[in-house]
């Protein structure tokens, strides 16, 4: 019940930021329009409230990406690469590394690299990297 009323709020809060937004830039260009004649105070007013507008906003749309952010970190997500071995079809699956991509050289197969007469072509091949939400278990 709550995650959906969150769903819910996450557009509601962008579209209000993009009210903000179109308002803040509706009293700048007014007040920019306005330079020059005799008002000068309610210009200067209105684009300072402009400016002040768009950096609520900006700042704003910053908290909310530091709050993902710390979303993703609670929720431990981690990226994973697996790992097959072709000749026994060995599968392993471990946390990513720098350097890994699809289709590229895993680690030695454990397995065939007993075997010493295979052990110079027993590295696995990286046949998947994806998101690990840490709720899903590998292991039956
Ligand atoms: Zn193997």
């Known amino acids: ?5 969150v769903g819910f709020l996450i557009p509601f809060y ?3 930021l993009g009210l903000i937004i179109l308002f803040s830039l509706i009293l700048l260009f007014q007040g920019i329009a306005g330079v020059g004649k005799e008002d000068n105070l309610t210009n200067t007013l209105f684009v300072t409230s402009g400016i002040m507008g768009l950096i609520v906003t900006f700042y704003m749309i910053r908290r909310y990406q530091v709050g993902v952010q710390k979303i993703l970190k609670s929720r431990r ?6 790992e ?3 000749k026994c079809n ?3 699956v471990r946390p990513f590394r720098e350097g890994d991509f699809v289709y590229g050289q ?10 010493p007469e295979k052990s110079s072509e027993s590295r696995m091949l990286i046949t998947a990297i994806y998101l690990d939400r840490g709720t ?4 039956p």
């Open 1 to 5: 019940m709550e995650k959906s009323s």
């Open 14 to 16: 962008f579209f209000l």
């Open 77 to 82: 997500m981690t990226v994973v690469t697996v």
């Open 84 to 86: 097959e071995c072709l």
């Open 90 to 92: 060995y599968k392993n």
């Open 106 to 115: 895993g680690e030695e197969c454990p397995k065939c690299s007993k075997d």
């Open 136 to 139: 899903q278990e590998e292991k």
